[in-house]
């Protein structure tokens, strides 16, 4: 099978939930350590989320640039949103963000990569799908509110983005992994192997 993660889950003698928030909560669980002593871990609970590697025949990526108040940065993203229905099939939130963020639809879907964001701190599994055969979506655009008000869209190529992240200037994760698979992809020939669209993916089960 070669290296792979593992599914794994250590006892939990008391667990509370001192904070819920609009759409995340906070845990705090008290676990059993492997020499027997008990610790208690803190994180964020979170429904899981979407984002989509959209490129176009000039081998440019969608990107949207957007006010991150707790980093209190505007960064560089791809499209990106929560599963907000609990058992949503990924792609099909994946295709409805693209729209609402930048009014574009795919031809062609595959599953880039999927990853856990910061699983010391929080629970939070993100599915990056890679997006191709772009082409504008006729119809209403989505009406944006708050933070999304102020986005910028723009498409910038996949080797300017590449240099940008290994020179340390864009820090948003999901542009990060996302750029750096879809290079690493192309470099060994893994495109061939991306998973379709509708992948099993264990950490957030979807219907189909």
Not at 46 to 54: I, M, R
Not at 74 to 79: A, D, F, G, K, N
Not at 82 to 111: F, K, M, Q, S, T
Not at 117 to 125: S, V
Request: charge should be negative; include cysteine.
């Amino acid at each position: 099978m070669g290296i792979q993660d593992s599914p794994d889950e250590w006892e939990v003698t008391a667990t509370a939930t001192p904070f819920v928030g609009k759409k995340t909560s906070v845990r705090t669980d008290d676990v059993v350590m492997p020499d027997g002593s008990v610790a208690r871990r803190d994180y964020q609970v979170h429904p899981g989320s979407v984002a989509v590697l959209a490129l176009d025949e000039e081998d440019r990526v969608l990107v949207i640039r957007q006010y991150r108040h707790p980093v209190r940065h505007r960064l560089w993203e791809i499209p990106a949103g929560l599963l907000d229905v609990p058992g949503e099939n990924p792609w099909h939130a994946a295709e409805r963000e693209l729209y609402e963020e930048a009014h574009v639809e795919a031809g062609d879907w595959r599953v880039l990569t999927d990853v856990y964001t910061t699983p010391g701190g929080c629970d939070e599994a993100v599915r990056i799908f890679l997006a191709r055969q772009l082409s504008a979506v006729e119809g209403e655009r989505f009406a944006a509110s708050e933070e999304e008000s102020d986005m910028v869209l723009d498409r910038v190529p996949l080797e300017e983005l590449t240099q940008a992240v290994l020179a340390g200037d864009l820090h948003n994760n999901c542009l990060v992994v996302g750029v750096l698979s879809l290079v690493a992809a192309r470099v060994t020939d893994g495109l061939k192997r991306l998973r379709p669209p509708d992948a099993p993916w264990p950490a957030r089960p979807f219907r189909a």
